[in-house]
């Protein structure tokens, strides 16, 4: 019980009128060096970039800006080549995510399990995804490489035949997808098994009592409660290998030929190596909206159970 | 033929032993209920009938079937979940003919069955909405409905009433019992709430840490609580507990009064006796008392009005004990003296080392 | 008490910043970048003694601060820099086709006004090998319009297998198959054509448990190394060294035009035979790199390979090279009586944003004496004045001098164009895409010619 009126006035020293408006502006105050990174770091830099794409403009080359509105995107939109890298890229996206979301979520079904020396193959698993992409890359070009690779040798050995892995287009990209598999399927998996793990017990249990078989206990009871986690598997590892560069610029510079020449290397090589910044932007501005359509379309699938749920409710 | 019968069951779960070594024989078509507070192994019990727990030790027999290694399909038991255990993306519906699904119903008797079920549950309103949208009382509903919505040989119950309101509770508990009767399976239900042990139940099993207390039929646990545990914990208000010392002859003494009992075979010395607060007279002193009955003074402690009646507590000596006065004619107030009565028969006598009511 | 620190605190503070000015009016410090590899190391090393000169001639001392990068990522590194603007380079060694992009945009310091004011500084260009001084130091090409002068020079050179060659057993055996000899010395080599050449790479060709010099194979063996590679020029740089001699250019020297010329039959015959010769190399030689070459040749795992000359000298250490005392390096082969060889190297060029002039002219003064060049030499690195490349002293300093003073006479140069990163990029794609099979040696051509034309067109080339 509180009573006021016994207790003595307490004793405040009346505030200054600066501190009465540092205290109403306080909030201003711890806001404004979020505010200065986000806009400094992030929002400037993306509207600069944006700028510079209705450019001719070269970084390293002295001469004015140029300003030709839609020319840059129009000359990559008519470019061939850059169509072919975007299949290029599509292709490399398919297979890798595609491989990652079957390894993921196969390890993830194992690791569910309980067995002994899991935690120890759990954190073992977890090692690639914590490694440079560039060191991957130097890591599998060794592993390909026809003379000294240990794959060569091993396939030698038990086939005895070779692959020239990276010599030609098709095995190439595949030899990249595993690379990129190899080193995200275990994210994949991580999140995979924090939604397995967080299946409830008494649903799995409920459903052997109801007589469900595996298949159906699996559809029924733990699709629908890790499919938001594998949606958002899928979404983070598609904007990831959309933009993959450093593993493929190790392992193959886009070779052979321009079988592995994805976007990102093609955005390289006019950003950095044509010193194309306008035009680079550009491509760099096409990417985001590819990346941001898909997002979107993926988004909207995995809102859709949902919201048709609540459809059924109103 | 579906009585269960569990043999010497154990289950430990790391350091803690949830069963230790339950005997319990419950009888095809009975209602049977597990009394007993949180953690004393009900559900560890539920789950080992169901088959969803195996036993570390011990033997479950279901139909005169030692199922013991048989998995939870093939026991034809249906259980409801305390935490209701619906499947979140199948709408009420669904989730009601799911059980009937998987045993192969036709179509048209799926929908009557659920239909009825429905209506009998009183979720006919919520059968087109997905289980999240519903309330914590439509979700136990619904859970109860998965179960009976098929014939199953024993129907496991855990706490299928414990997030209702008053109201329905009270409604569904006559329900139930209703539905047991039309049904005619064994019903096992476990709950830590005595008025419905009391209420629904042919025979209720008290538990104690992982085994059986005392199993009887409700008004004998009541009446005739073998354990010091059963008598504690059975009654609301719960029974109040004196020190006493027992001579050779059944007659106990305690600070405020000493009268004769028929606790005979017990050792004479220290002992507890325990009186109901139901079972105690308080009248203004000077009242004449029933001559048969042990009367002794108390000041009143404090009064709590409750309705019908008011729970008196009282100070006895160095002790409190609380009366049930229900005669709203007569009312008492704090630091009163009072005279407090009881019938002799009423008194238990409870041996302090082995615990046992005599 | 507090006040008697702070005092002090401040008063050492001044010191420093006095300390610091008085130094930097004492010396001066030149920031250099090159590639992280040998020959910058090495004048990394002889410039220490720069330092004590300039005290002597300028009155205080002048240091020179090299800041390498690898070679792989270089023009990226040195391109982001001078974009930035920072850190400002004062000296940078720039690879011979670049000398265009970075002259067209600024970047470095047209020597002609320094040269006309100092006799000095003239002597040292006239000093220099007139082919080399065109490829490094002149642009655009054929012009006086002096950038820069030569780091390290460098030529592409054949690293053969003396001891195979020199064998009798095995010379016995191949002239009774081949009907000619193999080549002995040097000077056998300078007629070598690729005709014979290839027979050499074919008789050297050899499967594990074969034979080889009186010793049973190990392992598989093989003729020829070549770089195939698509990374950076490595790829069409050593293709050049074939079309050259097989009578094709690059593009059209004064229309620019490329279709027709790159894309003609001799270009794509040079082409086809460079695919070829894929068939004597080991395996996954499409995608070889300079060091993979390098990297075949130390394992022993060849008889012949094509190298730029400023890589070699590991070859010779045996710490790195299994073979390092059964070497020699010869000049490649030329064919139908043309001999033609693609040249290499880079410049050291002078940042146009340098705050230091007077002290950069008088490294690059110190740096062309005979003396430094000629220690410059004996480390490894390959100079370019007339006059130590004629020096019998230097062609008989190392295995590899002789072949790098034969060759340089006979140098041809490669495009120096602002956009020589697309053009080569485009020739790069094509060319590998032929090396991998994915498409011939004509259609090879005829795209990149294609490309390349877009590109100069892009550029205002044919305006």
Same mark, same amino acid.
């Not at chain 1, 400094?40 to 001469?63: E, I």
């Not at chain 2, 078509?29 to 570390?56: H, M, N, Q």
């Not at chain 2, 009998?120 to 136990?140: A, F, K, Y």
């Given at each position: 019980?509180?009573?006021?009126?016994?207790?003595?006035?307490?004793?405040?020293?009346?505030?200054?009128?600066?501190?009465?408006?540092?205290?109403?502006?306080?909030?201003?105050?711890?806001?404004?060096?979020?505010?200065?990174?986000?806009?400094?770091?992030?929002?400037?830099?993306?509207?600069?970039?944006?700028?510079?794409?209705?450019?001719?403009?070269?970084?390293?080359?002295?001469?004015?800006?140029?300003?030709?509105?839609?020319?840059?995107?129009?000359?990559?939109?008519?470019?061939?080549?850059?169509?072919?890298?975007?299949?290029?890229?599509?292709?490399?996206?398919?297979?890798?995510?595609?491989?990652?979301?079957?390894?993921?979520?196969?390890?993830?079904?194992?690791?569910?399990?309980?067995?002994?020396?899991?935690?120890?193959?759990?954190?073992?698993?977890?090692?690639?995804?914590?490694?440079?992409?560039?060191?991957?890359?130097?890591?599998?070009?060794?592993?390909?490489?026809?003379?000294?690779?240990?794959?060569?040798?091993?396939?030698?050995?038990?086939?005895?035949?070779?692959?020239?892995?990276?010599?030609?287009?098709?095995?190439?990209?595949?030899?990249?997808?595993?690379?990129?598999?190899?080193?995200?399927?275990?994210?994949?998996?991580?999140?995979?098994?924090?939604?397995?793990?967080?299946?409830?017990?008494?649903?799995?249990?409920?459903?052997?009592?109801?007589?469900?078989?595996?298949?159906?206990?699996?559809?029924?009871?733990?699709?629908?409660?890790?499919?938001?986690?594998?949606?958002?598997?899928?979404?983070?590892?598609?904007?990831?290998?959309?933009?993959?560069?450093?593993?493929?610029?190790?392992?193959?510079?886009?070779?052979?030929?321009?079988?592995?020449?994805?976007?990102?290397?093609?955005?390289?090589?006019?950003?950095?190596?044509?010193?194309?910044?306008?035009?680079?932007?550009?491509?760099?501005?096409?990417?985001?909206?590819?990346?941001?359509?898909?997002?979107?379309?993926?988004?909207?699938?995995?809102?859709?159970?949902?919201?048709?749920?609540?459809?059924?409710?109103? | 033929?579906?009585?269960?019968?569990?043999?010497?069951?154990?289950?430990?779960?790391?350091?803690?032993?949830?069963?230790?070594?339950?005997?319990?024989?419950?009888?095809?078509?009975?209602?049977?209920?597990?009394?007993?507070?949180?953690?004393?192994?009900?559900?560890?019990?539920?789950?080992?009938?169901?088959?969803?727990?195996?036993?570390?030790?011990?033997?479950?027999?279901?139909?005169?079937?030692?199922?013991?290694?048989?998995?939870?399909?093939?026991?034809?038991?249906?259980?409801?979940?305390?935490?209701?255990?619906?499947?979140?993306?199948?709408?009420?519906?669904?989730?009601?003919?799911?059980?009937?699904?998987?045993?192969?119903?036709?179509?048209?008797?799926?929908?009557?069955?659920?239909?009825?079920?429905?209506?009998?549950?009183?979720?006919?309103?919520?059968?087109?909405?997905?289980?999240?949208?519903?309330?914590?009382?439509?979700?136990?509903?619904?859970?109860?409905?998965?179960?009976?919505?098929?014939?199953?040989?024993?129907?496991?119950?855990?706490?299928?009433?414990?997030?209702?309101?008053?109201?329905?509770?009270?409604?569904?508990?006559?329900?139930?019992?209703?539905?047991?009767?039309?049904?005619?399976?064994?019903?096992?239900?476990?709950?830590?709430?005595? /008025?419905?042990?009391?209420?629904?139940?042919?025979?209720?099993?008290?538990?104690?840490?992982?085994?059986?207390?005392?199993?009887?039929?409700?008004?004998?646990?009541?009446?005739?609580?073998?354990?010091?545990?059963?008598?504690?914990?059975?009654?609301?208000?719960?029974?109040?507990?004196?020190?006493?010392?027992?001579?050779?002859?059944?007659?106990?003494?305690?600070?405020?009064?000493?009268?004769?009992?028929?606790?005979?075979?017990?050792?004479?010395?220290?002992?507890?006796?325990?009186?109901?607060?139901?079972?105690?007279?308080?009248?203004?002193?000077?009242?004449?008392?029933?001559?048969?009955?042990?009367?002794?003074?108390?000041?009143?402690?404090?009064?709590?009005?409750?309705?019908?009646?008011?729970?008196?507590?009282?100070?006895?000596?160095?002790?409190?004990?609380?009366?049930?006065?229900?005669?709203?004619?007569?009312?008492?107030?704090?630091?009163?003296?009072?005279?407090?009565?009881?019938?002799?028969?009423?008194?238990?006598?409870?041996?302090?080392?082995?615990?046992?009511?005599? | 008490?507090?006040?008697?620190?702070?005092?002090?605190?401040?008063?050492?503070?001044?010191?420093?910043?006095?300390?610091?000015?008085?130094?930097?009016?004492?010396?001066?410090?030149?920031?250099?970048?090159?590639?992280?590899?040998?020959?910058?190391?090495?004048?990394?090393?002889?410039?220490?003694?720069?330092?004590?000169?300039?005290?002597?001639?300028?009155?205080?001392?002048?240091?020179?601060?090299?800041?390498?990068?690898?070679?792989?990522?270089?023009?990226?590194?040195?391109?982001?820099?001078?974009?930035?603007?920072?850190?400002?380079?004062?000296?940078?060694?720039?690879?011979?086709?670049?000398?265009?992009?970075?002259?067209?945009?600024?970047?470095?310091?047209?020597?002609?006004?320094?040269?006309?004011?100092?006799?000095?500084?003239?002597?040292?260009?006239?000093?220099?090998?007139?082919?080399?001084?065109?490829?490094?130091?002149?642009?655009?090409?054929?012009?006086?319009?002096?950038?820069?002068?030569?780091?390290?020079?460098?030529?592409?050179?054949?690293?053969?297998?003396?001891?195979?060659?020199?064998?009798?057993?095995?010379?016995?055996?191949?002239?009774?198959?081949?009907?000619?000899?193999?080549?002995?010395?040097?000077?056998?080599?300078?007629?070598?054509?690729?005709?014979?050449?290839?027979?050499?790479?074919?008789?050297?060709?050899?499967?594990?448990?074969?034979?080889?010099?009186?010793?049973?194979?190990?392992?598989?063996?093989?003729?020829?190394?070549?770089?195939?590679?698509?990374?950076?020029?490595?790829?069409?740089?050593?293709?050049?060294?074939?079309?050259?001699?097989?009578?094709?250019?690059?593009?059209?020297?004064?229309?620019?035009?490329?279709?027709?010329? /790159?894309?003609?039959?001799?270009?794509?015959?040079?082409?086809?035979?460079?695919?070829?010769?894929?068939?004597?190399?080991?395996?996954?030689?499409?995608?070889?790199?300079?060091?993979?070459?390098?990297?075949?040749?130390?394992?022993?795992?060849?008889?012949?390979?094509?190298?730029?000359?400023?890589?070699?000298?590991?070859?010779?250490?045996?710490?790195?090279?299994?073979?390092?005392?059964?070497?020699?390096?010869?000049?490649?082969?030329?064919?139908?009586?043309?001999?033609?060889?693609?040249?290499?190297?880079?410049?050291?060029?002078?940042?146009?944003?340098?705050?230091?002039?007077?002290?950069?002219?008088?490294?690059?003064?110190?740096?062309?004496?005979?003396?430094?060049?000629?220690?410059?030499?004996?480390?490894?690195?390959?100079?370019?004045?007339?006059?130590?490349?004629?020096?019998?002293?230097?062609?008989?300093?190392?295995?590899?001098?002789?072949?790098?003073?034969?060759?340089?006479?006979?140098?041809?140069?490669?495009?120096?164009?602002?956009?020589?990163?697309?053009?080569?990029?485009?020739?790069?794609?094509?060319?590998?895409?032929?090396?991998?099979?994915?498409?011939?040696?004509?259609?090879?051509?005829?795209?990149?010619?294609?490309?390349?034309?877009?590109?100069?067109?892009?550029?205002?080339?044919?305006?």
């Amino acid at each position: 019980m509180r009573d006021s009126e016994d207790t003595p006035p307490r004793l405040v020293k009346p505030r200054s009128a600066f501190a009465r408006m540092f205290d109403r502006r306080l909030p201003a105050w711890l806001l404004a060096p979020t505010g200065v990174l986000l806009v400094g770091l992030f929002l400037f830099p993306l509207l600069w970039s944006l700028g510079l794409s209705f450019y001719r403009y070269s970084v390293l080359r002295a001469r004015d800006p140029k300003l030709i509105w839609g020319g840059n995107y129009g000359s990559l939109l008519g470019d061939p080549d850059i169509w072919t890298r975007f299949g290029t890229t599509g292709a490399f996206v398919l297979g890798a995510v595609g491989l990652q979301f079957v390894l993921g979520f196969g390890l993830a079904l194992l690791l569910h399990q309980e067995f002994r020396g899991r935690k120890v193959v759990l954190s073992l698993l977890l090692a690639p995804m914590m490694m440079a992409p560039v060191a991957v890359g130097a890591f599998f070009k060794f592993i390909y490489d026809p003379t000294f690779g240990v794959l060569g040798f091993f396939t030698q050995t038990l086939f005895g035949f070779e692959v020239s892995w990276l010599e030609r287009p098709f095995p190439a990209m595949v030899a990249v997808i595993l690379a990129d598999t190899w080193m995200w399927s275990p994210f994949v998996m991580l999140l995979v098994l924090s939604g397995l793990l967080a299946v409830p017990k008494h649903l799995m249990e409920m459903a052997q009592i109801d007589r469900a078989g595996r298949w159906l206990t699996f559809r029924n009871v733990v699709l629908p409660q890790i499919k938001p986690l594998l949606m958002l598997a899928v979404l983070l590892r598609t904007m990831e290998a959309f933009k993959l560069f450093d593993t493929i610029w190790v392992m193959t510079q886009g070779g052979p030929g321009t079988a592995t020449e994805t976007l990102s290397v093609a955005l390289y090589r006019l950003g950095f190596q044509y010193f194309k910044t306008g035009k680079a932007s550009a491509l760099a501005y096409l990417m985001l909206i590819v990346v941001i359509v898909l997002s979107n379309s993926y988004l909207r699938l995995a809102m859709r159970d949902v919201s048709a749920a609540h459809e059924e409710a109103s | 033929m579906a009585e269960v019968h569990l043999r010497d069951v154990a289950k430990a779960f790391g350091p803690t032993q949830a069963l230790d070594g339950v005997e319990l024989r419950v009888e095809d078509g009975e209602f049977f209920c597990l009394l007993g507070p949180s953690g004393v192994g009900k559900t560890t019990l539920l789950r080992t009938i169901a088959g969803v727990e195996r036993p570390d030790r011990g033997e479950v027999w279901i139909g005169g079937r030692d199922v013991t290694h048989l998995p939870p399909a093939e026991r034809d038991v249906a259980m409801v979940f305390e935490t209701y255990a619906l499947y979140p993306h199948l709408t009420v519906w669904e989730n009601l003919a799911y059980p009937l699904r998987e045993r192969r119903v036709g179509p048209i008797d799926i929908k009557r069955r659920v239909e009825r079920t429905a209506e009998l549950l009183g979720i006919t309103h919520t059968l087109g909405r997905p289980p999240q949208t519903l309330s914590g009382g439509e979700m136990q509903r619904v859970a109860v409905g998965r179960a009976i919505v098929r014939e199953a040989q024993v129907y496991l119950f855990d706490e299928p009433l414990s997030h209702l309101d008053a109201q329905l509770r009270e409604h569904m508990r006559a329900e139930l019992k209703r539905l047991h009767r039309e049904m005619g399976s064994t019903l096992i239900y476990a709950t830590p709430d005595q /008025l419905e042990a009391m209420t629904m139940p042919d025979r209720v099993a008290v538990l104690r840490a992982g085994s059986v207390a005392q199993c009887d039929p409700p008004l004998e646990v009541y009446l005739r609580p073998k354990r010091l545990f059963v008598a504690r914990y059975v009654g609301e208000p719960p029974m109040n507990f004196l020190d006493a010392d027992l001579d050779a002859s059944g007659k106990v003494k305690t600070a405020a009064f000493a009268c004769r009992t028929k606790a005979r075979d017990m050792v004479a010395g220290a002992c507890l006796v325990g009186v109901r607060p139901e079972d105690l007279t308080v009248a203004p002193t000077g009242r004449p008392t029933p001559p048969d009955a042990v009367s002794f003074a108390a000041e009143v402690y404090a009064v709590e009005m409750c309705g019908d009646y008011d729970l008196v507590t009282l100070t006895v000596g160095a002790d409190h004990m609380t009366a049930i006065a229900s005669d709203h004619s007569t009312r008492f107030a704090t630091g009163q003296t009072v005279n407090v009565s009881f019938a002799s028969e009423r008194l238990y006598v409870i041996d302090p080392v082995t615990e046992r009511v005599a | 008490m507090m006040r008697s620190i702070r005092v002090r605190l401040l008063t050492a503070l001044c010191l420093v910043g006095v300390a610091v000015t008085a130094s930097a009016q004492d010396g001066v410090t030149l920031l250099m970048t090159g590639p992280d590899w040998g020959p910058v190391s090495l004048m990394t090393e002889i410039s220490k003694d720069f330092t004590a000169y300039a005290e002597e001639t300028l009155g205080y001392p002048v240091e020179i601060q090299v800041d390498p990068a690898p070679w792989g990522s270089y023009y990226e590194r040195l391109a982001a820099a001078l974009a930035a603007g920072t850190p400002t380079y004062d000296l940078f060694v720039s690879d011979s086709q670049w000398v265009g992009d970075f002259a067209d945009s600024g970047h470095i310091l047209q020597l002609n006004e320094h040269a006309d004011a100092d006799p000095e500084l003239q002597a040292i260009l006239d000093s220099i090998h007139p082919v080399l001084r065109g490829a490094y130091s002149a642009y655009p090409g054929g012009t006086e319009n002096w950038w820069g002068f030569p780091q390290e020079a460098d030529v592409q050179g054949f690293i053969v297998r003396a001891d195979l060659f020199g064998h009798e057993g095995e010379r016995a055996a191949f002239e009774a198959e081949y009907g000619h000899a193999l080549p002995l010395t040097a000077d056998d080599w300078n007629s070598v054509e690729w005709k014979q050449a290839q027979d050499y790479a074919e008789f050297f060709t050899r499967s594990q448990g074969e034979m080889l010099a009186g010793d049973e194979l190990a392992d598989d063996f093989y003729g020829l190394s070549l770089a195939y590679s698509k990374t950076y020029d490595y790829g069409t740089m050593a293709w050049l060294q074939l079309l050259y001699n097989w009578g094709g250019a690059i593009w059209d020297w004064d229309t620019r035009r490329v279709d027709g010329i /790159l894309n003609s039959p001799e270009a794509v015959a040079s082409l086809e035979y460079h695919i070829d010769l894929l068939k004597y190399q080991p395996p996954g030689a499409a995608n070889y790199d300079l060091d993979a070459v390098n990297n075949a040749v130390a394992q022993g795992l060849v008889a012949m390979a094509c190298n730029w000359i400023a890589v070699a000298p590991p070859l010779f250490d045996p710490a790195v090279s299994k073979v390092a005392d059964k070497l020699m390096v010869v000049v490649p082969p030329g064919h139908d009586g043309k001999r033609v060889y693609n040249l290499g190297g880079q410049p050291f060029v002078v940042g146009s944003k340098t705050q230091h002039v007077k002290e950069v002219l008088a490294y690059i003064k110190w740096w062309f004496q005979p003396e430094q060049q000629l220690r410059f030499a004996r480390g490894g690195g390959l100079p370019a004045t007339t006059t130590l490349i004629g020096s019998d002293e230097f062609k008989a300093l190392s295995p590899w001098t002789r072949a790098f003073a034969d060759a340089v006479p006979l140098q041809q140069d490669v495009w120096k164009h602002p956009a020589f990163f697309e053009l080569l990029t485009a020739q790069q794609e094509e060319f590998h895409k032929a090396v991998t099979g994915s498409q011939t040696a004509k259609e090879a051509l005829d795209n990149a010619a294609r490309r390349q034309e877009t590109i100069l067109e892009d550029w205002g080339e044919y305006d």
